[in-house]
C-alpha cells in the first residue's frame, strides 16, 4: 500500500459510480483507493444486476424468435431446444469479463483496490476488513458509492429458493412451470420476460394501477398490451400479503383492491418492489452523516455531506437509482473535488425498461407536464408507418415528442419499439443541448432506419409529420 495507506480520495463501492470516479480521479492526478467488500469489482450492476440480466435478456429474446419469428422471413427452423445451463453459462462469462475489465483499468490508471468492508472510523479515517484483519486507510476525502439492495416486504420475506430476489432470479437452475413476479417496474418485467420467453406461466402483481408507474402512461398501457400477447399475465392493483411453502412451491395470498383475497400456488415468487439505499455498516450514521426520511444521505450540489470532506452519490443519495446517473454524479463529484466544473443534468436522465418491445424515456411525461401546469404540444408517430420496424417485422410501439407549446423546446421523448434503448440517445443530446421539436425534424435522418420515427414524431409536434 503506497504511503503508509494515506489517499487523496478513498471510493467506497466499486459499481459504476464508484469504480468510475475513481478511474476519473486518478486522470486527475489524485492518489486514489477503491473498497469493494466482494472479491469481484463492479457492483451489484456488473455482477448481480444490470449486465447479468441483459445477457439472459439477449439469449432469451434470440430463443423466442428462433422459435415463433423466422418463419415471416421465410426461415424454417425445427427442434429448436433450450440448453439453459449453457446460456447461464455464457451470462457467467460476459460478467467475468467485464469485472476483470474493471481491475485492468484500475491497474492502467493507478487506481489501488482494497478488498473488505468499509467503514468510517473518523473524519478522514477508512477502516477495511478483510480476510487478513483490518487495516486503515487515510484519505483527504472519502466518497460513498455503495449503492442499493432489493427491498423485502415483510409479508413475504426472501428464502432463497421458493420467494427470491433479483439475484436468485438469475441464477435459477431450472425454468419454473409458474413463476408469480411481485412488482411491474424494469426489475420485475424485465426477468419476468426472461422467464417467461423461456416457457415459464408468469403473473405480474403490481399494487398500483399501472405498470412502470415512472413512464408515460399512454406509453406504459401499450407495453402492457405487448407482454399480454407475449402470454404474460397482470393482476393490477393486486398486492401480496402472504406465503407459505407448499409441497411444489409457495403459496402467495394476493388482495385485490376491491378486498377479494385468493391464494395462488406457484413455483416460484420473484419479490421486485425497488431497491434501497445499502448503507448497513458503513459508520455514516455514527460519524454525523445526515440521513433523509427515506434513509438517503443528504448532499449539496457539490455532493458533499454536512461531514467535511465525506461524499456521496449514486443509489445512496435521492434521484433515479440508475448505473449511469451513478457514473455521471461520480464523474462531477471528483472533477470538483479536483477543482474543475462538472454537472450533472436530471432533467436529461434517460429511463430504460429492457422488455422486448423496449421502452426508454427521457424527460417529464404528458402526466407530469399537467402537473405542473406546462402547456405542451405533443406528437407521436407510430412504427408500424417506420419502414426499416416494417422490414423488421417489429412494428409494436411509436415515438412521442412533448414539446412547450410557448418555445418549442423538447421537455421529453418516449420510445416503446425496437432498439428503444439506442434510440434513447438521440433524445437525451438533444435534451441536454436545449433542442426545440422543430431542430429534431429539421436534423437529416438516414432512411430507412429506426430514428427516423423520432424524426416524424417531432414533426408531428407541428402537425407536418410525413409518413402518416
Given at each position: 500500500m503506497?504511503?503508509?495507506?494515506r ?16 478511474i476519473?480521479?486518478?486522470q486527475l ?8 467488500k466482494e472479491k ?16 439472459l435478456?439477449d439469449?432469451?429474446?434470440i ?8 418463419a415471416v ?8 431446444e ?6 447461464m ?8 469479463g ?7 483499468l ?12 468499509a ?17 486503515t ?8 458509492a455503495t ?12 428464502d ?6 433479483s ?8 425454468v ?15 426477468l ?8 415459464a ?16 402512461r399512454?406509453?406504459?398501457t ?10 404474460m399475465q397482470?393482476?393490477?392493483?393486486t398486492s ?5 411453502r407448499?409441497?411444489?412451491?409457495v403459496?402467495v ?16 415468487a420473484?419479490?421486485a418492489v425497488g431497491?434501497?439505499?445499502?448503507t ?6 455514527e460519524?454525523?452523516?445526515a ?11 457539490r ?10 452519490i449514486?443509489?445512496v443519495?435521492?434521484?433515479?437509482m ?13 472533477e ?9 443534468n436530471?432533467?436529461a436522465?434517460?429511463n430504460v ?10 424527460g417529464?411525461t404528458?402526466e ?14 407510430p412504427?408500424?408507418?417506420n ?13 412521442k415528442?412533448i414539446?412547450?407549446?410557448r ?24 435534451m ?5 421539436a422543430?431542430?429534431l ?5 438516414a432512411?430507412?432506419t ?6 416524424e414524431?417531432?414533426?408531428?409536434v407541428a402537425r407536418?409529420a410525413?409518413?402518416?
Amino acid at each position: 500500500m503506497p504511503d503508509a495507506a494515506r489517499f487523496d480520495l478513498v471510493v467506497i463501492g466499486s459499481g459504476p459510480g464508484g469504480y468510475v470516479a475513481a478511474i476519473r480521479a486518478a486522470q486527475l492526478g489524485l492518489r486514489v483507493a477503491c473498497v469493494e467488500k466482494e472479491k469481484a469489482l463492479g457492483g451489484t450492476c456488473l455482477n448481480v444486476g444490470c449486465i447479468p440480466s441483459k445477457a439472459l435478456l439477449d439469449s432469451s429474446e434470440i430463443y423466442r424468435h428462433t422459435q415463433r419469428g423466422l418463419a415471416v422471413h421465410g426461415v424454417k427452423a425445427s427442434g429448436v431446444e433450450l440448453d439453459l445451463p449453457a446460456m447461464m453459462a455464457r451470462k457467467d462469462k460476459v460478467v467475468r469479463g467485464l469485472t476483470s475489465g474493471i481491475a485492468g483499468l484500475f491497474k492502467k490508471n493507478t487506481v489501488t483496490p482494497v478488498v473488505g468492508s468499509a467503514r468510517l472510523a473518523a473524519p478522514g479515517r477508512v477502516a477495511v476488513t478483510g480476510a487478513s484483519g483490518e487495516q486503515t486507510l487515510e484519505a483527504e476525502r472519502v466518497l460513498i458509492a455503495t449503492g442499493s439492495e432489493p427491498t423485502p416486504l415483510r409479508h413475504l420475506p426472501y428464502d432463497g429458493e421458493r420467494v427470491i430476489g433479483s439475484t436468485e432470479a438469475l441464477t435459477l437452475p431450472r425454468v419454473p412451470e409458474r413463476m408469480l413476479v411481485v412488482g411491474a417496474g424494469a426489475v420485475g418485467l424485465e426477468l419476468g420476460s426472461v422467464w417467461s420467453r423461456l416457457g415459464a406461466a408468469v403473473t405480474v402483481v403490481e399494487f398500483l394501477p399501472h405498470i412502470v408507474p415512472w413512464a408515460d402512461r399512454e406509453m406504459g398501457t401499450q407495453l402492457q398490451r405487448a407482454l399480454e400477447r407475449q402470454g404474460m399475465q397482470f393482476r393490477l392493483q393486486t398486492s401480496a400479503r402472504g406465503a407459505a411453502r407448499s409441497e411444489r412451491g409457495v403459496r402467495v395470498t394476493l388482495a385485490a383492491a376491491a378486498g377479494v383475497s385468493e391464494e395462488v400456488e406457484v413455483d416460484v415468487a420473484l419479490v421486485a418492489v425497488g431497491r434501497r439505499p445499502y448503507t448497513e455498516g458503513l459508520g455514516a450514521r455514527e460519524l454525523g452523516v445526515a440521513f433523509d426520511d427515506k434513509g438517503r444521505i443528504v448532499v449539496n450540489e457539490r455532493f458533499e455531506t454536512n461531514v467535511p470532506s465525506v461524499f456521496a452519490i449514486g443509489d445512496v443519495i435521492p434521484g433515479p437509482m440508475l448505473a449511469h446517473k451513478a457514473e455521471e454524479e461520480g464523474i462531477a463529484a471528483v472533477e470538483m473535488m479536483a477543482g474543475h466544473a462538472g454537472h450533472v443534468n436530471y432533467e436529461a436522465i434517460p429511463n430504460v425498461v429492457y422488455t422486448w418491445p423496449e421502452l426508454a424515456s427521457v424527460g417529464i411525461t404528458t402526466e407530469e407536464a399537467a402537473t405542473r401546469g406546462v402547456a405542451v404540444n405533443v406528437g407521436t408517430f407510430p412504427f408500424r408507418a417506420n419502414g426499416r420496424a416494417r422490414c423488421m417485422e417489429e412494428t409494436e410501439g411509436g415515438v412521442k415528442v412533448i414539446a412547450d407549446a410557448r418555445t418549442d423546446r423538447v421537455l421529453g421523448i418516449h420510445i416503446l419499439g425496437p432498439r428503444a434503448s439506442d434510440l434513447i440517445a438521440e433524445a437525451a443530446l438533444a435534451m441536454e443541448f436545449g433542442a426545440s421539436a422543430e431542430d429534431l425534424a429539421r436534423t437529416v435522418h438516414a432512411h430507412p432506419t429506426l430514428p427516423e420515427a423520432v424524426k416524424e414524431a417531432a414533426l408531428a409536434v407541428a402537425r407536418r409529420a410525413i409518413h402518416i
